[in-house]
C-alpha cells in the first residue's frame, strides 16, 4: 500500500514476491528512513492458524513511525493486511510443531528528496517466509559477550523504535562476536556504560531466586512484545518480575539469565564473557524459569493451551 505524506494509506494489493521498484533518491535508500516489525503465524493442531498480539505490533510500528517522521496504516489495515498475506500464503504455515511463518512488515520513505527532510510518499509492505523452530532439539544455551566498546543506542537516539539504522549500528560488534564463537552481543548503556539494555534482537532478563530483572524501557531499548508478554506470564506463574536498571555485576550472582524475542521466544543464555571473565549458568545453562517461561509462552502461541490472556488471533 502506498500514501502520501498526509498519511492515509489506501488499501494495498497482494502480488507475487519479487523485486521491487526503488527511486534512487527515496528517502529510505538515501536517509534510512525505514521501519519493520517481525511476528509469527502458527499452525494450531486443527489446522487453523494463529497469530500472536498483532495489534502491538501495529502500535509499535505507529509509535516509530512518529519518531522517524512517517505516518503508518492503523492497526486496523495493519492487522487486517496481515492476515489478508498470512491467508494468502496459508500452504506455508508449517505443521504444528515444525515451525512457524515469519511475517516481516516493513515501513518506508519510498518518495524522493534529494536534500535531507522526510519522503514524500510512504510504502507499507509485508512478505513472509516460513521458518523453523529456533531449537531443532528442546532449548540450547546461547553465549554472549557484554561490548564495551560499541553502543547500540544512546539516549535521544532512535534505540526504543524498530529502525532499520539501529541493525545497521551492530553488525560490525554482532560480526566480530560471532567469529570470537559467541552467539551474540550483550549491549551496555552508553552513559555509565555499567547498565544492561540488549541484545543485538532480542530483550534480556536476570534471575535471582523467584525474582525476575529486566531493563526498564528508558528509550533505548526496543519494548519487545515478547519481553511484555513473558512479564506478564512470569506474574501468573508467582514470579515477581522488577524493569529497573540492571548492573552488568548482577550477572555474576544470577541463577539463570534468558533472552526474549519473536525469533528466540524465550532463550537461555549458557554464559557470558565480561571483560574476558566468562560466567557459565548451571550445569547446562538451561535454567529452571527459562524452561518453564518457555513452555508456557509456546503453547499459548501454538494454540496448545487456553488463551486466558485472548492474546491470539485465529484464522481459518
Ligand atoms: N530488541 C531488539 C533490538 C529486537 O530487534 C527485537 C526483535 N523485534 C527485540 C528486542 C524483541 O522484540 P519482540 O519480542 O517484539 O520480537
Redesign the pocket.
Known sequence: AKCSKDGNFSKGDLQCFGNIEMNPSSGVLNYGQGLFE?LKAYRKLDGSILLFRPDENALRMRMGAERMCMPAPTTEQFVEATKMTVLANKRWVPPPGKGSLYIRPLLMGSGAVLGLAPAPEYTFLIYVSPVGNYFKEGLAPINLVVENEFHRATPGGTGGV?TIG?YASVLKAQSLAKAKGFSDVLYLDSVHKKYLE?V????VFVVKRTTISTPAIKGT??P????KSIIDVAHSLGFQVEERLVSVEELLDADEVFC???AVVVSPVGSITYLGERVSYGKTGVGAVSQQLYSSLTSLQMGLSEDKMGWTVELM
Open positions: 517481525g524498530k539501529n540488549e543485538s534482537s532480542c530483550n531499548i526496543l519487545g512484545i515478547t519481553r526474549t524475542g519473536t
